[in-house]
């Protein structure tokens, strides 16, 4: 079986379930919204939210993916930056205990938080501190850790730095790898859109896209915008929701129907789906079957909470594989 490597924003997510907007108000954040935070308001914050239960789990959504995909039975890796910290340590301890090999680069900045507040109709609201996973550069990534590996997934938050993404990619493909990579955010393809086809004309295998990301990338939508994205990449995917999602491989587009499911919670969706695709994939599954496996995986976990999968759910996937 190929071995999978990913690389992304090493985050900690703090959940804490709200009853109300009190909270939310006490603390400036609009309901249903996601605030980039410095590391005062960091503190700020989790100074109220001392007294409050709170769930804690390794989070970023490269991290997600590379955990779905040891769950599932992968040899996967991760490189990511956190802080010498308590909140780093946990993201190492998070790693570890689900199989995952951590490539950790540590710094002085404290490790990343997505602190979310959950209201009571399972509404999020995001306040967010890159910290560490902000300072990553390219000469901090061993490029030795790359000859253990056959793949590669890039997250597409990455695309912010220009230097960093780039100096994965050529190195990537100096090492043999293949290089599977999210979009992960339509404002950010908006704004790099040069960039990002370069990156897929000339680095990329294997993209992943929802329908706004793969619309703002080729101006057109769903089946269409896959046939432009296969035009730079071997492997597209296009997901659209509860209308399932489209793969185009070896020049075929396959069409994969959704899985019902009671919607709760779609965080971290698109970074299951990936894993159960990816999963497929290295283990030469054709594309109907590794897209089931992903569209299976990523309907099971919106009924829950959070961007993991509880064990009980797992132990049904092995049915599935």
Same mark, same amino acid.
């Given at each position: 079986?190929?071995?999978?490597?990913?690389?992304?924003?090493?985050?900690?997510?703090?959940?804490?379930?709200?009853?109300? @907007?009190?909270?939310?108000?006490?603390?400036?954040?609009?309901?249903?919204?996601?605030?980039?935070?410095?590391?005062?308001?960091?503190?700020?914050?989790?100074?109220? $939210?001392?007294?409050?239960?709170?769930?804690?789990?390794?989070?970023?959504?490269?991290?997600?993916?590379?955990?779905?995909?040891?769950?599932?039975?992968?040899?996967? /890796?991760?490189? /990511?930056?956190?802080?010498?910290?308590?909140?780093?340590?946990?993201?190492?301890?998070?790693?570890?205990?689900?199989?995952?090999?951590?490539?950790?680069?540590?710094?002085?900045?404290?490790?990343?938080?997505?602190?979310?507040?959950?209201?009571?109709?399972?509404?999020?609201?995001?306040?967010?501190?890159? #910290?560490?996973?902000?300072?990553?550069?390219? @000469?901090?990534?061993?490029?030795?850790?790359?000859?253990?590996?056959?793949?590669?997934?890039?997250?597409?938050?990455?695309?912010?730095?220009? @230097?960093?993404?780039?100096?994965?990619?050529?190195?990537?493909?100096?090492?043999?790898?293949?290089?599977?990579?999210?979009?992960?955010?339509?404002?950010?393809?908006?704004?790099?859109?040069?960039?990002?086809?370069?990156?897929?004309?000339?680095?990329?295998? $294997?993209?992943?896209?929802?329908?706004?990301?793969?619309?703002?990338?080729? /101006?057109?939508?769903?089946?269409?915008?896959?046939?432009?994205?296969?035009?730079?990449?071997? $492997?597209?995917?296009?997901?659209? /929701?509860?209308?399932?999602?489209?793969?185009?491989?070896?020049?075929?587009?396959?069409?994969?129907?959704?899985?019902?499911?009671?919607?709760?919670?779609?965080?971290?969706? #698109?970074?299951?789906?990936?894993?159960?695709?990816?999963?497929?994939? $290295?283990?030469?599954?054709?594309?109907?079957?590794?897209?089931?496996?992903?569209?299976?995986?990523?309907?099971?976990?919106?009924?829950?909470?959070?961007?993991?999968?509880?064990?009980?759910?797992?132990?049904?996937?092995?049915?599935?594989?």
């Amino acid at each position: 079986m190929k071995k999978i490597l990913g690389i992304g924003n090493a985050l900690v997510d703090i959940l804490v379930h709200i009853d109300n @907007d009190e909270i939310l108000d006490r603390l400036g954040l609009q309901k249903g919204g996601m605030e980039m935070i410095d590391s005062q308001r960091k503190r700020e914050i989790l100074e109220v $939210i001392a007294g409050m239960p709170q769930t804690l789990a390794t989070g970023g959504s490269t991290s997600n993916t590379i955990h779905g995909l040891a769950r599932l039975g992968a040899e996967a /890796g991760y490189i /990511g930056k956190v802080g010498n910290d308590k909140m780093g340590q946990l993201f190492r301890e998070g790693c570890t205990r689900f199989g995952v090999i951590p490539h950790l680069i540590e710094s002085k900045e404290d490790t990343g938080v997505a602190i979310t507040f959950i209201s009571s109709n399972a509404e999020r609201t995001f306040a967010t501190y890159l #910290g560490a996973a902000a300072t990553m550069q390219p @000469d901090e990534v061993d490029e030795q850790i790359l000859d253990n590996y056959d793949i590669i997934h890039i997250e597409g938050y990455l695309i912010f730095n220009h @230097d960093l993404i780039l100096s994965v990619c050529q190195k990537a493909k100096e090492h043999g790898l293949q290089i599977s990579m999210d979009m992960a955010s339509y404002n950010l393809i908006e704004s790099n859109l040069d960039f990002v086809k370069m990156l897929l004309r000339d680095y990329v295998d $294997i993209i992943f896209a929802n329908e706004e990301e793969a619309k703002a990338f080729a /101006g057109v939508e769903n089946v269409e915008a896959l046939h432009v994205l296969s035009e730079s990449c071997p $492997i597209a995917i296009v997901k659209v /929701g509860k209308d399932g999602s489209y793969i185009k491989m070896n020049g075929e587009v396959t069409t994969i129907s959704p899985v019902d499911a009671q919607r709760i919670d779609t965080t971290g969706a #698109g970074d299951i789906y990936a894993s159960g695709f990816l999963y497929g994939y $290295i283990n030469g599954y054709n594309a109907l079957k590794s897209g089931n496996l992903a569209s299976y995986l990523s309907s099971r976990l919106i009924e829950y909470v959070g961007a993991k999968l509880p064990d009980e759910v797992w132990s049904e996937v092995e049915k599935l594989k």
